[in-house]
């Protein structure tokens, strides 16, 4: 009926008849509104390193041995892979070479084994002579080549750090009367080495603990929880004259009638730490403080391994120590 | 020995300058100036051409339809041209100094061309480049979203101007982002040229005149931002009869009333826009619901002229224009209401003088007023209990500006002035007035301001036939708190002529911004801030070669044109990883002491731009069959040493490729009792915008402290799974491709004309990404999901009128 008036009704009104069929006809004959649509894809598991390279400024803290842990991302799409667990069965090579020169014969260290309780390869880094596989301003290659044949290669060089006036101040308060002690640390020290190049201008981790004390355990580190890492990094911005400054605060409490301790010590490690190290340990505490927060800009963690995830890093440590009077 | 080569020098530069001066002094030459302007509504015509075959020289008419010309004594056969008007032509003795006015009447319909215009012929010969010129026509004919006629979209079919999202009004011009246009209205900055998020642009083309784009080889006149300029000019006003035009569409109204307060003297132009589905819904939500809410916008302009004598004529000129969302919720008790909105509107006002001083000297004075704010509101009242939640952000302008226009001699062309802003940034301002908990309250207003200031001259330079050099110098200074930028911009455009219609081109350019844009990529809220150049955060600065060839066929109607570009920035700014647009921690809110003010200084990096690409661009100027095709080829990069690991990225918006092939087909032109037929078809294709797409999750490792590991636990890892972003801007969106088809038809009456245009957006139904999200299906698996905003053909209709006095 509407298409028989459209050619018997007055002109104006058919012209408006016939521009509504055309309309719809547009509408109509393509609507197939798409407005979801997936979009296959496949994305690879990344090998993920977790290397460090600690060299003590005193040889008597030297550790024998040096660690790396290694195992997969979960890609979001396509074949989910285990992300947990440690993957053994890989090859591990480190290359040693000093600054000028080629390496040598001494250069290498392939024996790593695989500890399965730990779920970390490890090799033996103390040699006969009682030197250490790790020294200060030679860079290190390391090449892993998982079981699956994966491989990814990365590279980093120990910092050299000179410093002096390390002094550590701590403020013990509270009263016998009450059950908490608030214990308040300043460590400063004085750069001597200065900025290696522009690309490291100076990247220190701080951390501590309180030993003897019942509140915690001897052997945990108090700022080992990611979201104390921003406040472990300390880098040049914060120096004044090539003086850094370090502080922080931690509040201890005890139930009533527990017995406080005679004595207790403050150990505070310093670590002059590699470029891709502090930007590393940045990213990954930024990323936790974002917490799903919509309003803030997403956090890329970087990675100094080549086709891979992780950090292969290196650092020189200082240890300070000091009684707490309780 | 110093002392006579010192005199010898001397003596010889006295004499050349004696013999130059002598020689000029021989050749008589007289000035002839005056405006052109349309015969049918006396607006002042910009960019008209004046040109004289016998010496294959000319000129064009100035911002303002202002032109000088100083000949030798002669006779000459001058002629007047411009896009849809008619030349003319004319004998002209010059044996004094003339002053010629000239009246341009409109071409009706195709079949009146008996002349070609010749103005595209001179394409090729003005050393300009990179500057894309359209007229109200042109933007009036392409199919738009809802059939919203905009002239920023119009613009994105253009080469080297890349458009955002889909649908959006945002242009992106040889890399450079939003923040990096200079967008002029009669004068005044406009901050957020958009409505709705981007998907229009606040430009009423009702109101408009005349609008450049300029995408390189910028004059020394221009400065403040790196990319772009566009200048918009609205239209003065009808100085002959009264008119009235309007439209209805889609989604909004609009309505252009203009005319002769005193005939061919004063005249006012008032133009309004409004969208009206939320007045449509309003009565239905109040009887269905305790509240109403909904979204407008409107923008508003208005202008007034007045010509005081023959060489003194005022304009004033202002716009308004405004965004909201709002929602309003009623209590049982009529006193309880709580109110909602979420808006934001630039106002723009301009004062200008224009002053012939002499037939070769025209001065333009202005004082320039602009401000643009963003406001987040909530409002209850529960009786005697009011609660009042305000945060704004805002940037207010107050500026000068003098531009002198000087023809000493035919050879030069000499343009100088002098601007200066004074700038006012809110970036926050946080209000809450809480009458049950008054100690609660606070006022924290950050304000900062700043003295933004240019000093210019340039020189258009004829060299012979065929050299045509535009050297040009700007010096900017800009004063933030204790910290004062001073900085030179050098600026050099050269043409050589090839033949009498083609062309080589070249210019250099150096820009300096001051003011930056931050802009949140996670939102999609109109939440950006506006904030200075100051002694932590420095101006961003560019330099910008650009290599051209321009050929015309004014026989053919066509023109040809490419061009190379290759751009630098530096202190580009961006969000640093983890910061927030709201510069406050909103944990922090209702803190006795009010939320801490966090500078924005920490929350941005700095960093640079590689910019570079090929721009084609092919047009047909008239006939049955005309348009254009645009091609781009591009690439852009950014590098921030904090993002990214340092390593450079391509920009969001970096496209590859990028076509635009507009046609417009005149199917029957309109005569009086017959009804014309217009049609326009465009086909868009752009390569997909470059996002972050996370990889994947993975156990972060960090080494503990050697010797001292928590329970045999070596490495201690955050517990939770870390995200892998991959590379920044890892990813590439499919393809955007479109096809818009519209037919008008119009039908003109003794005094004036009706368009029925009916149009049809994406007529193929492709489905565009908007964007993408990562997505969890029944089974848990994760899977990439695109949405797409407009995934079907969306046609409109709309009517636009426009009627005048019948003399």
């Known amino acids: 009926m509407f298409l028989m008036l459209s050619f018997t009704a007055p002109r104006s009104f058919a012209f408006v008849i016939r521009t509504g ?61 285990n992300s947990d667990s440690g993957l053994a069965g890989a090859t591990l090579r480190l290359v040693r070479q000093r600054p000028g020169l080629v390496p040598g014969p001494d250069d290498t260290l392939s024996v790593f084994g695989f500890d399965e309780l730990r779920s970390v390869y490890g090799a033996k ?59 308040q640390i300043r460590v400063q020290w004085r750069d001597l080495t200065g900025a290696n190049g522009s690309q490291d201008p100076g990247y220190y981790r701080v951390n501590y603990r309180i030993t003897g004390n019942p509140w915690f355990d001897e ?41 406080m301790p005679s004595n207790g010590r403050l150990e505070v490690a310093i670590q002059r730490i590699s470029p891709e190290l502090f930007r590393y340990l940045r990213a990954v505490g930024q990323q936790d403080a974002q917490d799903g927060n919509p309003f803030s800009e997403p956090t890329v963690i970087p990675s100094n391994i080549s086709n891979g995830l992780g950090c292969f890093g290196s650092c020189v440590q200082f240890r300070l120590s000091k009684p707490l009077p309780w | 020995m110093f002392q006579h080569l010192f005199h010898f020098k001397f003596r010889v530069l006295i004499l050349l300058w004696l013999g130059w001066t002598n020689a000029h002094a021989q050749i008589q030459r007289f000035t002839v100036s005056g405006f052109v302007r349309d015969a049918a509504n006396g607006e002042m015509l910009v960019g008209a051409s004046l040109w004289l075959p016998e010496i294959q020289s000319g000129t064009s008419t100035n911002a303002y339809g202002f032109y000088s010309m100083t000949l030798p004594r002669g006779t000459y056969t001058l002629q007047v041209s411009y896009v849809g008007f008619q030349t003319r032509s004319l004998r002209l003795d010059v044996d004094s100094n003339r002053k010629f006015n000239f009246e341009m009447d409109p071409l009706k319909d195709l079949q009146e061309i008996e002349v070609v215009d010749d103005r595209i012929s001179r394409q090729a010969r003005e050393v300009q480049m990179s500057k894309i010129e359209l007229t109200p026509q042109q933007i009036q004919q392409i199919p738009m979203l809802f059939g919203e006629k905009d002239l920023l979209k119009t613009f994105q079919l253009m080469p080297g101007v890349q458009k955002g999202n889909e649908g959006s009004s945002g242009i992106y011009v040889r890399g450079g982002g939003p923040d990096q246009n200079l967008i002029l209205l009669d004068e005044a900055t406009v901050y957020n040229a958009s409505h709705l998020f981007g998907f229009f642009s606040v430009f009423n083309g009702n109101a408009i005149k005349n609008a450049s784009l300029t995408k390189g080889g910028f004059p020394a006149r221009y400065g403040g931002r790196l990319s772009s300029v566009l200048d918009i000019s609205m239209k003065d006003g009808n100085n002959r009869d009264w008119c009235t035009e309007g439209s209805i569409g889609n ?95 630039n106002k723009t006002g301009t004062l ?82 809480n009458s049950t908990a008054p100690d609660f309250n606070f006022d924290r207003v950050a304000r900062e301001y700043s003295l933004e200031s240019g000093l210019y001259v340039e020189d258009e330079w004829s060299l012979g036939d065929r050299w045509l050099l535009h050297p040009g110098l700007r010096v900017s200074t800009f004063a933030a708190g204790t910290k004062t930028y001073a900085r030179p911009e050098p600026r050099l455009a050269a043409r050589y002529l090839l033949g009498n219609n083609q062309s080589l081109k070249v210019a250099y350019t150096e820009m300096n911004q001051y003011l930056h844009l931050l802009s949140n990529s996670g939102t999609g809220l109109p939440t950006d801030l506006w904030v ?12 910008q070669a650009a290599l051209g060839y321009s050929l015309d066929k004014p026989r053919r109607s066509l023109s040809f044109s490419t061009e190379a570009y290759y751009k630098t920035t530096q202190g580009n700014i961006a969000y640093r990883p983890g910061a927030s647009f709201l510069l406050i921690d909103p944990e922090e809110l209702f803190n006795e002491n009010g939320p801490p003010k966090v500078q924005w200084e920490e929350q941005v990096v700095s960093g640079s731009m590689v910019s570079y690409g090929l721009e084609i661009l092919l047009q047909k100027h008239h006939g049955l069959w005309n348009g254009w095709l645009g091609y781009t080829w591009s690439k852009t990069d950014l590098r921030f040493e904090e993002l990214n690991g340092g390593l450079p990225f391509p920009a969001r918006y970096d496209r590859r490729h990028d076509l635009s092939w507009v046609n417009f087909f005149d199917i029957r032109p309109p005569k009086l009792g017959r009804k014309g037929i217009k049609g326009s078809a465009v086909f868009v294709y752009g390569t997909g915008n470059a996002v972050t797409l996370p990889q994947g999750t993975f156990n972060a490792p960090i080494l503990g402290i050697p010797g001292f590991e928590n329970n045999n636990n070596i490495f201690f890892g ?59 299906d029944r089974f848990g698996r994760n899977r990439l999901v695109q949405y797409s905003l407009f995934a079907f053909v969306i046609p409109s209709i709309s009517w636009r009128f426009k009627f005048c006095q019948c003399s």
Not at chain 1, 151 to 172: A, C, G, H, I, N
Not at chain 2, 415 to 430: D, E, L, M, N, V
Not at chain 2, 719 to 737: E, F, I, V
Request: charged share 20%; with cysteine; hydrophobic share 35%.
């Open chain 2, 352 to 433: 200008r003088w224009n002053h012939q001083a002499n037939s070769r000297t025209f001065i333009n004075s202005s004082l320039i007023l602009s401000d643009y704010t963003f406001l987040i509101q909530l409002k209850s009242n529960e009786g005697l209990e009011t609660f009042d939640l305000k945060y704004n952000s805002t940037i207010r302008d107050v500026g000068v500006k003098v531009d002198l226009d000087w023809l000493p001699v035919p050879e030069h062309k000499i343009k100088a002035g002098f601007q200066s802003t004074r700038h006012t940034f809110i970036p926050t301002a946080f209000v809450l007035k």
């Open chain 2, 251 to 345: 989604i909004s109204a609009n309505v252009t009333v203009e005319g002769p307060l005193i005939k061919n003297k004063a005249s006012m132009l008032v133009s309004g826009r409004r969208t009206y589905l939320d007045l449509l819904t309003a009565p239905l939500l109040l009887s269905s619901t305790d509240g109403l809410g909904g979204y407008f916008f409107q923008d508003f302009n208005a202008k007034f002229n007045y010509q005081l004598d023959d060489r003194n004529r005022l304009y004033l000129s202002g716009y308004l224009g405004q965004d909201k969302f709002y929602a309003t919720t009623f209590g049982s008790n009529p006193l309880e209401r709580t109110t909602a909105s979420l808006g934001w509107g």
């Open chain 2, 532 to 543: 200075p150049a100051n002694e932590k955060v420095g101006p961003q600065f560019s330099r």
């Open chain 1, 21 to 81: 069929y055309l309309v719809l006809g547009l509408f109509l004959g393509s609507c197939r509104p798409q407005f979801l649509d997936t979009v296959d894809l496949e994305l690879p598991s990344k090998l993920v390193v977790g290397c460090n390279l600690v060299l003590e400024s005193d040889p008597i803290f030297q550790n024998d041995s040096l660690f790396l842990k290694l195992n997969q991302s979960a890609p979001l799409f396509g074949q989910q892979a």
């Open chain 1, 219 to 259: 052997d945990r580190w108090l700022n080992d929880h990611m979201g104390w890492y921003p406040n472990q990094l300390v880098n040049v911005g914060t120096a004044v004259n090539g003086l850094f400054t370090w502080q922080d605060r931690v509040d201890l409490s005890m139930m009533p009638g527990d017995t």
């Open chain 1, 125 to 183: 880094v103390r040699r006969n002579d009682g030197s250490s596989f790790v020294q200060e301003g030679f860079t290190y290659h390391l090449s892993v080549r998982s079981a699956d044949g994966r491989s990814v290669e990365s590279s980093t060089t120990v910092p050299v750090w000179r410093f002096s006036d390390t002094t550590m101040q701590v403020l013990v308060q509270g009263s016998p009367s009450t059950w908490t002690r608030s214990v």
């Open chain 2, 718 to 776: 955050p517990g939770w799974n870390s995200t892998d972003y991959g590379a920044q801007n890892n990813y590439r969106l499919r393809s955007y491709q479109r096809v818009d088809l519209s037919l008008q038809f119009t039908r003109r009456t003794r005094c004036g004309e009706r368009v029925t245009e009916l149009s049809a957006y994406n007529l193929l139904s492709r489905a565009n990404p908007w964007f993408i999200q990562v997505e969890s």
